[in-house]
């Protein structure tokens, strides 16, 4: 089976607090692709990152890092010194490649992060 | 330029009505994809166009039609609606198996 589990539905935190965001997949195949993405109250999905199943390597990009685990199937995302502007919903998606030219992307059911102030 | 754009933003049909989503990337992406998301849940896949052919189709009902007229634009027909269809239709392109890019989407209100 195929599958992303997001366990924290929601998560409030307060103004520079660190919090890591949860996810694990489910896949048989060998070759896939891991991605999250924000959704902010507008509405538009904003790429954050990809990582393929062949790099373990762990990925800090400012106040943002993933530790990108295959032994447990994890790849959790960890936003250090929160803001305001960081609340959004999270989702976390499994891309299997379908062959040709394409990620079919399957999303975990994503995480509501609020950041008071 | 990363952008996909997405017209209308809004839009409101009746049941018995045939309005069109409008979808464009300049990205040079060659696959191109419709999503459909309703409130407080993921993304669900729609449609897939690869090299401007349609190569994934999840059982979508026959009101909505896609169409890809070029490589840059995607279009997604819709006729005789319900108003369990009600969401947010978004559109994505990628490029071979990299990241999906998305438009803002189209609220989409079926009365």
């Known amino acids: 089976a195929q599958k992303v589990t997001q366990a924290q539905t929601e998560i409030s935190v307060v103004e520079k607090e660190d919090v890591t965001l949860d996810c694990v997949y489910e896949?048989?195949?060998?070759?896939?692709?891991l991605f999250w993405y924000k959704q902010p109250p507008s509405g538009e999905l904003v790429f954050l990152i990809r990582r393929n199943s062949f790099d373990e390597q762990n990925e800090i990009s400012g106040r943002y890092s993933w530790n990108f685990q295959k032994s447990t199937s994890s790849f959790n995302f960890t936003i250090t010194a929160s803001q305001v502007v960081d609340s959004a919903v999270y989702f976390c998606?499994?891309?299997?490649?379908?062959?040709?030219?394409?990620?079919?992307?399957?999303f975990g059911t994503g995480t509501l992060l609020a950041v008071q102030p | 330029d990363t952008e996909v754009t997405q017209t209308p933003k809004h839009l409101v049909m009746g049941m018995t009505n045939k309005k069109s989503l409008k979808c464009e990337q300049h990205m040079g992406h060659r696959a191109m994809y419709w999503y459909k998301q309703k409130a407080k849940k993921p993304p669900e896949l729609m449609f897939v166009?690869?090299?401007?052919?349609?190569?994934i189709n999840e059982s979508v009902p026959s009101r909505f039609s896609p169409e890809c007229p070029n490589s840059s634009l995607l279009n997604l027909h819709l006729h005789a609606l319900q108003p369990e269809d009600s969401a947010l239709y978004l559109c994505a392109s990628s490029q071979e198996n990299n990241e999906q890019f998305f438009g803002p989407g189209t609220r989409l209100t079926v009365l």
């Open positions: 896949t048989r195949d060998t070759t896939y692709y």
């Open positions: 166009y690869s090299y401007e052919k349609l190569s």
């Open positions: 998606a499994l891309g299997l490649p379908d062959g040709g030219a394409t990620n079919k992307l399957i």
